[in-house]
């Protein structure tokens, strides 16, 4: 079994600020990892995905994460955020060899509010 | 390019009716899941389809059941509608086959289904 635990539901920022939205998660087997974005009354739009190699993934938006296999970890980050950035986000972990395919396990999300 | 679509948006029934979702996937994509997202929770895994046929289920009971069909469409039926099951339902698709993807879904922007 996997999970995912986004450790903060709400991280508010100022305008141009860093924020770091952090993820850990759990797996007795190796896996792929995505961010989601989601704005209101929309579905999920993929911002960035590690599947194997550098643990550096940079994604869309200007948003990069970390894959850190030792302390289980997959935190998103941007240098300089916008007031546009303020949305749902979701970390998700999916098993690489899957039998049950298909399936993401999504944390419940951290609502990022970028104020000005 | 189109994307995944859902119909209705927003849907209200009445406890033990059944309802039907609709998805279009994606030109191209052959794969479709389905996802159950209550309010303030990340996504839940309900089913993936593959070529019409299932091929990986979450935790969800019998009386949620779905079908693909030849152009890749694909619906969503719950049975016995329980208050419980109000939630946003998220159609999910990719281009590949049984295992995991390297590429992450499209997903559209749900259906809200209101059970009172």
């Known amino acids: 079994a996997q999970s995912v635990t986004q450790l903060d539901s709400q991280v508010p920022v100022f305008e141009e600020a860093p924020v770091e939205l952090r993820c850990n998660y759990s797996?007795?087997?190796?896996?792929?990892l995505f961010w989601y974005v989601q704005y209101p009354n929309q579905g999920l739009q993929l911002l960035l995905k590690?599947?194997?190699?550098?643990?550096l993934v940079k994604g869309i938006n200007g948003f990069e994460a970390e894959f850190n296999k030792s302390q289980t970890s997959f935190h998103l980050r941007k240098p300089s955020v916008h007031i546009s950035d303020t949305a749902e986000y979701f970390c998700?972990?999916?098993?690489?060899?899957?039998?049950?395919?298909?399936?993401?396990?999504f944390g419940d999300g951290t609502t990022l509010t970028v104020k000005p | 390019e189109t994307g995944v679509t859902q119909s209705p948006t927003h849907l209200i029934k009445t406890r033990g009716q059944q309802v039907t979702l609709r998805c279009s996937s994606q030109?191209?994509?052959?794969?479709v899941s389905w996802y159950q997202q209550a309010l303030g929770q990340g996504p839940q895994f309900i089913f993936q389809?593959?070529?019409?046929?299932?091929?990986g289920r979450g935790n969800f009971p019998p009386r949620f059941s779905g079908l693909q069909f030849p152009n890749y469409s694909s619906e969503l039926n719950v049975n016995a509608l329980e208050l419980d099951d109000s939630a946003l339902y998220l159609c999910?698709?990719?281009?590949?086959?049984?295992?995991?993807?390297?590429?992450?879904?499209?997903f559209g922007s749900g259906t809200r289904l209101t059970v009172v």
């Open positions: 998700a972990v999916s098993e690489t060899f899957n039998t049950n395919a298909g399936k993401s396990t």
């Open positions: 590690y599947l194997s190699g550098s643990t």
């Open positions: 797996s007795s087997v190796s896996v792929y």
């Open positions: 999910a698709s990719r281009l590949g086959g049984q295992g995991q993807s390297l590429y992450g879904y499209t």
């Open positions: 030109s191209g994509h052959n794969t």
């Open positions: 389809y593959y070529r019409e046929e299932e091929n």
